[in-house]
């Protein structure tokens, strides 16, 4: 196949996986490997969103005798400098990019508005969205449904360390199933760790399919792009 299967996309990372083996922080050439991946989405003439983690910087587990909002906002800033990170990265490689973010911040980056990023991937640049929905108490797994519904996208790409949805943690569980097909409503009811339940909900309630496959594969966001059968596809 060399046609994508989708016009508009919104990719899920976690801040984890741009981090790499070191576990923190951002990993040039790990960054590097999934900018590429984007730029040759574009390429196809894809419209890209970017939803993007702050893990490798800070996790509302290590706030744990913070108050919880303190923490979540900590959480934000640490998405407004992977989006920094990734936005530096795809415009080294000539992919026009823009950075907005639920929290202002004028100096380094948009603020988030609907029209202004719509208008933003039909003229064939990156949004990049950070600092989640800009609310404690929900993740990044929420602000990423949140905005593929709201820029209309045909699909989520949730690019994770494993490479589907499983019936446990492969790693823990040797016998656990591997699905390549499965509904939200049975990973609701299983409670199958994919998204958090608000995300997976608001996914469901809106009629919008998830792909979930490994981000360290090479080229598996463009095969996923392309229509190949990769992974997890829930719906």
């Known amino acids: 196949m060399s046609e994508a299967k989708y016009k508009r996309i919104l990719l899920k990372l976690s801040g984890e996986a741009l981090a790499g083996e070191n576990k923190t922080g951002v990993?040039?050439?790990?960054?590097?490997?999934i900018c590429d991946q984007v730029k040759k989405v574009v390429d196809l003439g894809v419209q890209v969103g970017i939803v993007?983690?702050?893990?490798?910087?800070?996790?509302?587990?290590?706030?744990h005798q913070m108050e919880r909002t303190t923490s979540d906002y900590m959480?934000?800033?640490?998405?407004?400098?992977?989006?920094?990170?990734?936005?530096?990265?795809?415009?080294a490689r000539g992919v026009k990019t823009r950075l907005q973010t639920a929290i202002e911040m004028r100096q380094i980056a948009e603020p988030y508005i609907k029209r202004k990023a719509i208008k933003h991937l039909e003229n064939g640049r990156v949004v990049i969205f950070a600092c989640g929905t800009g609310n404690p108490y929900f993740t990044t797994d929420t602000a990423a449904a949140l905005r593929a519904a709201e820029i209309d996208a045909e699909v989520i790409l949730l690019a994770k360390t494993i490479d589907a949805v499983y019936s446990a943690d492969p790693k823990v569980d040797p016998n656990a199933v591997?699905?390549?097909?499965?509904?939200?409503?049975?990973?609701?009811?299983?409670?199958?760790k994919v998204m958090d339940s608000t995300a997976t909900s608001l996914c469901r309630d809106n009629h919008i399919p998830l792909r979930v496959f490994a981000i360290a594969e090479p080229e598996n966001i463009v095969k996923v792009v392309k229509g190949e059968k990769i992974g997890t596809i829930v719906e």
Do not use: H
């Open 27 to 33: 990993y040039a050439d790990v960054i590097g490997s």
């Open 52 to 63: 993007v983690g702050g893990g490798n910087f800070w996790r509302g587990k290590y706030g």
């Open 75 to 91: 959480g934000m800033l640490a998405t407004a400098m992977n989006g920094l990170a990734l936005q530096d990265t795809l415009e």
């Open 178 to 192: 591997r699905y390549d097909k499965i509904s939200y409503l049975d990973i609701l009811n299983q409670d199958l």
